[in-house]
């Protein structure tokens, strides 16, 4: 997969059927076709099949906030990669911070994931990031670079190439408080060479790295200017048209 400029807007678990569905109609007037390829939205599960049916026509791509670790079977409120793809989505986010916090995912579990999402064609969007603590006593590199190790550690190439990877710095989501251009670029940059170092030029040159935590249409364009940042995972503001609007002309 080629290195690419992706706005990706993780809805959490934010909004009715009736919200969403007038949400994609906006969007769709809104932004225009030249520009829809770059665009996915990440709404919660329920909404994903008629939202597919909504943006039939249109070229914004559709991702699901999680998958399971098992192909099908007896495991309960689980959704499999395979469901996802059958409705219509070509992104999964795995990894989260907030599945990783909340809901106690290891990387054990992140590896499972990733390969489900990977053989039902799905594109994973990897997400990796430190905490508070972690960059005030300066281990962010070392805390991501092990976050990422451990998953592509447990892959082929195939499967590396088929990878997303957003940086998304606990500290700045939903705070409010975004990481610096100069502290988001530094992260990136540091991705891409451990990248490198470890799988060579190839893939890390054809590596998306999108930046995620309190990404708003008024710090997005500064941020996506930095050389390592090919787009952003917004969270808030990807729940309102104008703003997420504008945070993909800021690309
Ligand atoms: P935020 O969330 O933009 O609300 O900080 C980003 C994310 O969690 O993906």
Redesign the pocket.
């Known amino acids: 997969m080629l290195r690419r400029k992706i706005v990706a807007g993780?809805w959490k678990m934010n909004k009715t059927l009736t919200e969403a569905r007038e949400l994609v109609k906006s969007l769709q007037s809104l932004i225009g076709s030249d520009v829809q390829e770059r665009v996915v939205i990440i709404p919660p599960f329920p909404f994903l099949g008629v939202l597919s049916s909504d943006l039939s026509g249109s070229s914004i791509h559709l991702g699901a906030q999680d998958c399971s670790a098992h192909a099908q079977g007896a495991y309960t409120g689980e959704v499999s990669a395979g469901a996802l793809k059958s409705v219509g989505c070509s992104y999964v986010l795995v990894g989260?911070s907030?599945r990783r916090g909340y809901h106690h995912e290891q990387e054990t579990l992140l590896i499972e994931k990733t390969k489900q999402a990977l053989l039902s064609g799905l594109t994973v969007i990897l997400c990796v990031g430190e905490s508070l603590e972690e960059r005030r006593n300066g281990s962010q590199e070392q805390v991501v670079g092990k976050q990422i190790m451990s998953i592509w550690n447990a892959l082929n190439d195939t499967e590396r190439a088929q990878l997303i990877m957003a940086y998304?710095p606990v500290w700045?989501?939903?705070t409010g408080e975004t990481a610096s251009p100069e502290q988001a670029q530094s992260m990136h940059a540091f991705i891409r060479a451990l990248i490198k170092d470890n799988y060579g030029d190839a893939l890390a040159d054809n590596l998306t790295i999108l930046y995620?935590?309190?990404?708003n249409a008024q710090n997005a364009k500064e941020l996506f200017a930095c050389p390592d940042i090919d787009g952003g995972?917004?969270?808030?503001?990807s729940l309102k048209a104008d703003d997420f609007t504008k945070i993909v002309y800021s690309l």
């Open positions: 993780n989260h907030e998304e700045a989501i939903g995620g935590g309190s990404c995972l917004i969270g808030g503001a």
